[in-house]
């Protein structure tokens, strides 16, 4: 079992997607990144489209990410940091959809705030030479360069009902990547976190 300190926030995380996601169409419409309705002023959307998604199994898919995160990456995180990772992340991630991808009109999911945090939770264990992290470290940025080469899965796709935003994940990682210079997370202890390092094996409970 993991200390408390490990699943409070993602778990928080998880059980707000979950509220929002009841909330149905209006809530989407209200949180979705939407080009049109940012460029009008609605700032709020360049975050909150992360947090809303196509539809019930697209939630679970993002739910489901979370859940591995947490089992891939256990670490003490204030609930402050957890935040601050999720939300600069996902507001670079959207600024950098804004900046870069003008075709994109609509966007909705977590996907690309995960892939940053799985760079985030797999760094410091790689630097602690743990070979699976590296592994998975090596899979994620694979998969990242082969989505920008060849596109989506046409299954993925349609197991959401709708378009798999390969670009998201990209910027997301990187992202990450920029976050962990900043605050110092490639070193196993990222600055203003008071819960400490990342867990070793040795320290579930």
């Known amino acids: ?31 979705s990144y939407d080009r049109a309705a940012i460029t009008g002023g609605q700032w709020w959307r360049l975050l909150t489209g992360n947090f809303v998604h196509l539809g019930w199994y697209h939630w679970f898919l993002n739910e489901l990410g979370l859940l591995v995160l947490m089992l891939l990456c256990p670490e003490r995180l204030s609930v402050v940091v957890f935040a601050r990772r999720v939300v600069l992340i996902g507001l670079a991630m959207a600024l950098c959809l804004y900046a870069f991808v003008p075709n994109l009109h609509h966007y909705v999911g977590m996907s690309g705030i995960i892939h940053g945090l799985f760079v985030l939770g797999l760094l410091p264990q790689v630097r602690r030479r743990d070979l699976v992290s590296l592994g998975c470290l090596i899979f994620l940025l694979g998969k990242l ?9 046409v299954s993925d796709e349609t197991a959401i009902g709708g378009s798999v935003i390969t670009d998201s994940h990209f910027f997301g990682a990187a992202a990450a990547f920029v976050y962990a210079l900043v605050f110092g997370n490639w070193r196993g202890s990222e600055r203003g976190n008071r819960d400490g390092a990342a867990l070793a094996p040795a320290d579930t409970e």
């Open 1 to 31: 079992m993991f200390s408390r300190s490990v699943w409070l926030a993602p778990v928080a995380l998880m059980l707000l997607l979950l509220a929002i996601e009841t909330g149905g169409e209006p809530l989407r419409a209200l949180l």
């Open 145 to 153: 360069g082969y989505e920008q080469y060849a596109g989506a899965p």
